[in-house]
């Protein structure tokens, strides 16, 4: 069975940065596409941003060009690195892996981790 175990949230000042780690355990790492999304309360669940297998990344336009997603399938982690960070930027933040198998769509989701952005 897939586990997906973030870290690295917390508490920071407008203006600065975190690196959220994502560790997978329980299949091949490197089949799976890798997403981060966050939620805030009274919100949807969003996607912040993705790295396929072969290493594509996607992000939302509120993060592009502040948050830089990556992978280290020797490690099994995939990481987001957030500079930059805004107040609008708080939320619990998820790591999702997804794979296709016999033709089913498969998602395992971590249990989260809480970034806060204040001054």
């Known amino acids: 069975q897939v586990q997906l175990v973030e870290s690295g949230g917390g508490s920071v000042q407008p203006g600065g940065s975190l690196r959220l780690s994502c560790v997978f355990s329980?299949?091949?790492?490197?089949?799976?596409?890798m997403a981060w999304y966050r939620q805030s309360p009274g919100t949807e669940r969003e996607l912040v941003a993705s790295?396929?297998?072969?290493?594509?990344?996607n992000y939302a336009d509120s993060v592009k060009g502040r948050f830089s997603v990556s992978r280290d399938n020797a490690k099994n982690t995939v990481y987001l690195q957030m500079n930059s960070l805004k107040p609008d930027d708080t939320a619990t933040y998820y790591c999702?892996?997804?794979?296709?198998?016999?033709?089913?769509?498969?998602?395992?989701w971590g249990q989260g981790t809480q970034v806060t952005v204040s001054s």
């Open positions: 790295i396929r297998s072969g290493g594509s990344t």
């Open positions: 329980g299949s091949i790492f490197r089949l799976y596409a």
């Open positions: 999702k892996a997804e794979t296709t198998s016999w033709g089913k769509a498969m998602d395992y």
